[in-house]
């Protein structure tokens, strides 16, 4: 039903795209991250759920269409609808529809709970397409209350010694997966890097719950001796953190699992929280569409195509342009609040 063509999967039946890295007359999106929501196309069909952050992505010229959860879209006797993907707000699986066969694109998505958007879905289907991004046995996530308990601990140590908590995190999603993780927390202010303070006023549009923050131009010098500064990874060892003083900074990915990257990183803490299935994750989700055969796109994509073989599912790996959790991402962003969010 699907075909990977020079411009992405494409439906041949219902002639459109899923997440094209190229412009197309019709883009079904899962989400608003840079490497699954491109510029160029005629027309966005999107999740309503995360119809802000995709407008903020896209630009205001953009035509976007949105669907509520589960609404079914006919197209040329393809019926196609978005379901929860709880990666980001308004992330989305995409389910397909023909005669009989139905196809389920994953997009990026994780099994967590997740204040800040709707929940994973299990979908039933014949034909599976997942990430990998951390499809090896050694990333298992521990709990997330863990994580954000030694986050704050962090937080409160820095502050009671009068050094800024300066934390690291995707600009969209992941830093406000923070802000909700730390949003009764009472240790100090919370400022904000642009990139990040313009999407939090995205998600309470949205209806998400996050602590009051302040762009960071806002705070003088002495103001920032117990605050939490949330930033994005391009931020790090760049000249804006001199406003801030003396502080402590922290990176928060699921990559910070490996010893070696968090050395790399040359930051005081990693803290792992993903936004992406772990390894048991993972297969729990395969499992639970009861597929019959699997694509696996960016990632760890051959060690899990083996993994699947040996217990007997039909499985390819499927070369794509998206990029899950990058290690070294590369966020073009503008402290003014304009200009990229990719993810």
């Not at 989305?92 to 990026?108: C, F, L, N, P």
């Not at 990139?195 to 719950?209: K, W």
């Not at 953190?241 to 900074?249: A, K, V």
Request: charged residues 25%; proline residues 6%.
């Amino acid at each position: 039903m699907l075909e990977l063509t020079d411009s992405g999967l494409y439906c041949a039946a219902g002639d459109f795209h899923i997440d094209p890295w190229r412009p197309v007359p019709r883009a079904v999106i899962t989400h608003a991250h840079g490497d699954h929501a491109r510029w160029g196309s005629e027309l966005y069909v999107a999740a309503a759920e995360g119809e802000r952050v995709l407008r903020t992505r896209m630009g205001p010229d953009a035509q976007i269409r949105t669907v509520a959860w589960g609404e079914v879209v006919e197209r040329n006797g393809v019926r196609v609808s978005l379901h929860p993907a709880g990666h980001i707000l308004g992330s989305a699986q995409v389910r397909i529809e023909h005669r009989g066969e139905v196809w389920v694109v994953s997009g990026d998505y994780k099994a967590e709970p997740d204040p800040t958007c709707t929940p994973f879905e299990p979908l039933r289907c014949h034909t599976f397409i997942t990430e990998s991004t951390f499809g090896l046995p050694i990333y298992r996530w521990r709990p997330q209350a863990e994580t954000f308990a030694a986050l704050r601990e962090w937080w409160a140590a820095n502050a009671d010694a009068g050094r800024a908590s300066v934390v690291y995190g995707y600009a969209l999603g992941k830093a406000q997966r923070i802000l909700a993780g730390v949003i009764d927390a009472g240790i100090g202010p919370i400022y904000t890097h642009g990139a990040v303070e313009r999407l939090n006023a995205d998600y309470r549009a949205s209806g998400v719950a996050l602590p009051p923050t302040m762009h960071a131009s806002a705070g003088k010098k002495g103001d920032f001796a117990r605050a939490l500064i949330v930033a994005p990874p391009s931020a790090m060892g760049s000249t804006w953190l001199r406003r801030f003083g003396p502080h402590s900074d922290a990176f928060v990915s699921g990559w910070m699992q490996i010893r070696g990257t968090r050395r790399r990183r040359s930051v005081d803490r990693g803290f792992v929280l993903s936004d992406h299935v772990d390894w048991p994750a993972l297969l729990a989700a395969i499992e639970a569409t009861g597929a019959e055969r699997v694509w696996v796109t960016h990632g760890y994509r051959e060690p899990v195509v083996r993994w699947l073989r040996e217990h007997g599912l039909e499985a390819e790996a499927v070369m794509s342009r998206w990029e899950g959790e990058l290690e070294s991402e590369t966020v073009a962003e503008d402290d003014s609040g304009g200009g990229d969010v990719a993810g």
